[in-house]
């Protein structure tokens, strides 16, 4: 089946730093992922959505700026939290979508716990 | 604009006893419906969908769940739960459109008890 491997799984960061986090489609085509962050106990909210080569389309509230996202291939879909602040400790999920083979699912990564101090 | 509503914000249940998660979704559109299983620390883990078709869709690990568009609704429902169900539940809509964003509801903590 559809596998997304999530990386890092873990990461702790100083404040001001900034921290990638990566997305990979290990044995299917991504045209489209997605982002989401949450909260403890909460529900995922939606980031932002990424088409392979283009910009991404941030939901509203999210700030562009400070999440980065690029999407640069089919299989590879990446977050930079820029200038991170204790505030932006979460935890972030990816999401690809095959849009290729007709089957409509969204595939999964296992998170990735950031945390700021 | 869709929503989703998950109407229980945590459910309590015996092990071996039946339980029902209960999701509404609001939607102009057509939709496609999912059930989503997140343990501790974890990605999601689909435990089935609703594309078209029958109504009544089965899931892995014996879960089934009823699509029923006159009341909107997206029920997930097991009839012998397992100390291992203990999670958190799910449900979520996407629409047919370009970008097929999923939106969730807010969840549901199912707690299986011995």
């Known amino acids: 089946g559809a596998v997304v491997s999530q990386h890092p799984s873990r990461v702790i960061c100083k404040s001001g730093t900034s921290v990638k986090i990566e997305c990979r489609s290990l044995?299917?085509?991504?045209?489209?992922m997605f982002w989401y962050r949450q909260f403890p106990k909460k529900s995922l909210m939606l980031m932002a959505t990424s088409n392979e080569g283009s910009k991404a389309t941030y939901e509203q509230g999210v700030e562009k700026d400070k999440f980065l996202i690029n999407h640069a291939s089919l299989t590879l879909s990446t977050l930079t939290v820029t200038s991170a602040h204790p505030e932006d400790s979460s935890f972030y999920i990816c999401?690809?979508?095959?849009?290729?083979?007709?089957?409509?699912?969204?595939?999964f990564g296992s998170g990735t716990r950031l945390t700021v101090v | 604009a869709q929503s989703v509503t998950q109407l229980d914000s945590q459910v309590p249940v015996f092990e071996e006893a039946p339980v029902e998660l209960r999701c509404n979704y609001s939607?102009?559109?057509?939709?496609?419906l999912f059930w989503y299983v997140q343990y501790p620390n974890q990605g999601l883990q689909l435990l089935l969908k609703?594309?078209?078709?029958?109504?009544l869709v089965k899931g892995i690990n014996g879960f089934e769940a009823e699509f029923n568009k006159s009341q909107t609704s997206f029920h997930l429902r097991k009839p012998s739960v397992h100390i291992s169900d203990t999670a958190e539940y799910f449900c979520?809509?996407?629409?047919?459109?370009?970008?097929?964003?999923?939106?969730f509801g807010q969840g549901t903590t199912l707690q299986v008890k011995p």
């Open positions: 939607s102009s559109v057509s939709v496609y």
């Open positions: 044995d299917f085509q991504a045209t489209t």
């Open positions: 609703y594309l078209s078709g029958s109504t």
């Open positions: 999401s690809a979508r095959d849009g290729f083979s007709g089957l409509y699912g969204y595939t």
């Open positions: 979520a809509v996407s629409n047919s459109g370009n970008t097929g964003k999923l939106i």
